[in-house]
């Protein structure tokens, strides 16, 4: 995972946080250019400064990094994870926390960021938990960038095997040993609909946008690759008809209480 954080929440009782790996991505190039596809994802640069960023699960803390030292966004970051795999600590404020519960007061920050973060915090309550720690700290007004691989993605990214995450809860660990990759399926990734009934049920509004990320991938990663040329030539709709295999689950969200995303949740591209 690129930016954890774990819980004793989960449904194996083995997985324990002592026992769950953090799955850092430590790949300090590849965290730069997240941070560059959700500041556009997000239009950051057209918010009002300066930014108040709270980043969940932040690993090496290549993102937190990013915005905190951004050469044009004015950010104030703090970072929150239960273990410390930092390769870079500068620019942002870091606390180590201990489950979901964030150590911040109620509406404290403007944007808010779990990447790759809600698959591991444990089972549906510690996920539900996670998702309502995140609106309590959101200020009105504030968005969030929300994204967790998708369940019926072909290979499970962690792990690195096939249909891993399509089985029953109770027998990916005994797959994952059998194929010699690891003794504790650690994980919890999530499927469109359940995702979205945790969202709203936390009191958010939302919007699908896998579709504009993987455009904006492209465009920063492989402008001239044949796939993202493909890509310009694809309309959204086209595209959406992929959203429920599509491998990561990608969410901008916001209070309830915004008018900016409707009156309602979107699913859109």
């Known amino acids: 995972m690129s930016d954890t954080a774990t819980n004793d929440h989960n449904k194996d009782p083995g997985a324990t946080s002592a026992t769950r790996q953090p799955h850092a991505v430590l790949d300090l190039p590849s965290r730069r250019l997240k941070g560059l596809k959700i500041e556009r994802l997000l239009d950051l640069a057209s918010r009002p400064q300066p930014i108040r960023m709270l980043e969940v699960g932040t690993g090496s803390g290549g993102i937190a990094h990013y ?9 104030e970051v703090d970072a929150v994870d239960v273990h410390d795999n930092r390769l870079v600590t500068n620019g942002y404020r870091f606390h180590q926390v201990h489950d979901t519960q964030l150590p911040f007061d109620d509406q404290s920050f403007d944007v808010v960021l779990s990447n790759h973060v809600i698959e591991h915090v444990g089972d549906e309550q510690a996920q539900r938990e996670h998702l309502a720690e995140l609106h309590r700290v959101m200020a009105l007004g504030g968005v969030g960038y929300l994204a967790v691989p998708n369940r019926w993605m072909l290979v499970e ?15 990916r660990t005994p797959y994952l040993r059998m194929m010699r990759r690891g003794e504790l399926y650690d994980c919890e990734p999530l499927q469109m609909d359940q995702l979205e009934g945790f969202l709203s049920a936390a009191g958010f509004q939302f ?3 896998c579709v504009k990320a993987l455009r904006v991938t492209f465009e920063i990663e492989r402008p001239q690759s044949l796939p993202g040329s493909l890509l310009h030539v694809v309309s959204d709709d086209a595209l959406s008809q992929l959203l429920w295999v599509i491998p990561t689950l990608i969410y901008e969200f916001r209070h309830l209480k915004s008018s900016a995303l409707g009156a309602a949740p979107i699913r859109s591209p």
């Open 67 to 75: 915005f905190g030292t951004h050469e044009h966004l004015r950010c």
């Open 157 to 171: 990214p962690h792990y690195r095997l096939a249909f891993l995450s399509w089985l029953p809860r109770a027998w």
């Open 207 to 209: 919007r699908n946008i």
